[in-house]
């Protein structure tokens, strides 16, 4: 099974859980098709094929400005390769931090009709992904 968007009742439950949590951080796992895929944007499509690294780069060029009007940020982003604890079946090409400053201010910054023009990029890119909601601090006194 693959997975590319929210679905309504985990977009629901994220809200109730997370809401007036203050800052959140979206742990992303990314697994990028060999070759984008533009059928569902081709007003996005470009003149030659790209990779699907290539497409969520053109993402991430579109969406940095937009985040960044929002208040979030980009903690990480990095390359990955096999699980030292995991499945080994599990492979995942990128993996990405991105802070917002409350879930509010995510789903906000997830309606901006700027983002939505170019989130096309995103799908085109990608074969599968995980989208994982963190709270908490980097002060860890355990």
Avoid: C
């Avoid at 080994?88 to 910054?109: P, Y």
Wanted: aromatic share 12%; charged share 25%.
């Amino acid at each position: 099974m693959k997975y590319l968007e929210v679905t309504a009742e985990a977009g629901k439950k994220f809200y109730q859980t997370y809401q007036g949590r203050g800052k959140i951080v979206m742990l992303n796992l990314l697994k990028f098709k060999v070759n984008a895929n533009y059928n569902a944007f081709p007003s996005l499509k470009p003149e030659q094929e790209i990779s699907g690294k290539e497409a969520y780069e053109r993402y991430m060029d579109g969406t940095l400005p937009e985040l960044k009007k929002a208040g979030g940020k980009v903690l990480f982003y990095g390359t990955a390769t096999d699980f030292l604890i995991g499945p080994e079946s599990e492979k995942w090409d990128a993996a990405l931090l991105v802070e917002h400053h409350s879930v509010e201010k995510f789903i906000q910054f997830a309606k901006n009709p700027d983002y939505l023009k170019i989130a096309g990029h995103r799908t085109a890119a990608l074969e599968d992904s995980r989208l994982l909601p963190l709270t908490g601090s980097i002060d860890f006194k355990g």
